[in-house]
């Protein structure tokens, strides 16, 4: 199976909506990611029921602790059959070679990817916590740690992900949350992209939730992303 592009974030409080969403959609389709909302509330259960429907899952629990916990962490969540785990890049080179140590060297591993600077932060909210400057030092520093730590890419905003590949190369993986068709709101993100856009400036995966799950009509709101990514011209 190719791998797909897009990523749907299954940001629900229950398993209900979740599997109802999982169902009207296919793997070949999309890959789905599982992060703490529905997580927290699901438990692995739920990841095993959708790896168990055939789904790439991104299990997107962001973990940020001591190496050896972190490490212990992905290797639970590689035994779910998990396609994706991520971890912060700011817990540092030794916490993510662990957690890349951890997953092992099979071919069937997870992936492992490290989110640089959440979408949500501006310039403003990164000086708040110390990281002084715009956020694409920021992401271009804590990507090459990553890449020198082996781990497989980086999540970043789409405006970033150009600058990634420049830095670590068209094979180091860039997957982008903070996508925003014009039609969608925005909410809390603020490095925000369009769809086409976003794979025009070199992302590699697209991570989407709210202007699909959030949507009057879900399907339809896929169906419409898809077509912008496609570079079908706007239906009238
Ligand atoms: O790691 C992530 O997936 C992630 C990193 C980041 O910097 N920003 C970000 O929004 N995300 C996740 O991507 C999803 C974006 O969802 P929407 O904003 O609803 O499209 C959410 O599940 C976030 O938890």
């Given at each position: 199976m190719s791998d797909p592009k897009l990523i749907i974030a299954l940001d629900y409080p229950e398993a209900g909506p979740a599997l109802a969403l999982a169902d009207r959609l296919s793997p070949a389709r999309c890959a789905l990611k599982v992060g703490?909302?529905?997580?927290?509330?699901?438990?692995?259960?739920?990841?095993?029921?959708?790896v168990g429907r055939g789904y790439?899952?991104?299990l997107d629990l962001k973990f940020h602790d001591i190496p050896n916990t972190?490490?212990?962490?992905c290797r639970s969540a590689?035994?779910?059959?998990?396609?994706?785990?991520?971890?912060h890049a700011l817990g540092g080179s030794e916490m993510m070679q662990a957690a890349r140590e951890a997953l092992g060297d099979s071919n069937d591993r997870p992936l492992l990817t490290?989110?640089?600077?959440?979408?949500?932060?501006?310039?403003?909210?990164?000086h708040e916590i110390g990281l002084a400057g715009p956020a694409d030092g920021a992401v271009r520093r804590l990507a090459g740690l990553a890449q020198g730590a082996r781990v497989d890419g980086v999540v970043c905003s789409a405006q970033e992900a150009g600058l990634v590949r420049e830095t670590c190369g068209g094979a180091f993986l860039r997957?982008?949350?903070?996508?925003?068709?014009?039609?969608?709101?925005?909410?809390?993100?603020?490095?925000v992209l369009g769809?086409?856009?976003?794979?025009a400036r070199g992302a590699t995966h697209l991570v989407v939730g709210r202007p699909v799950t959030q949507a009057d009509d879900p399907m339809a709101a896929l169906h419409r992303l898809e077509a912008e990514l496609r570079g079908d011209p706007p239906a009238s």
């Open positions: 703490k909302e529905l997580f927290v509330a699901e438990g692995p259960r739920l990841v095993e029921q959708l790439r899952v991104f972190v490490a212990g962490a590689a035994r779910l059959g998990v396609w994706m785990v991520n971890v490290a989110v640089t600077v959440l979408t949500s932060h501006s310039d403003a909210t990164l997957v982008t949350p903070g996508i925003r068709p014009q039609w969608a709101a925005r909410g809390d993100q603020t490095r769809p086409a856009q976003a794979l």
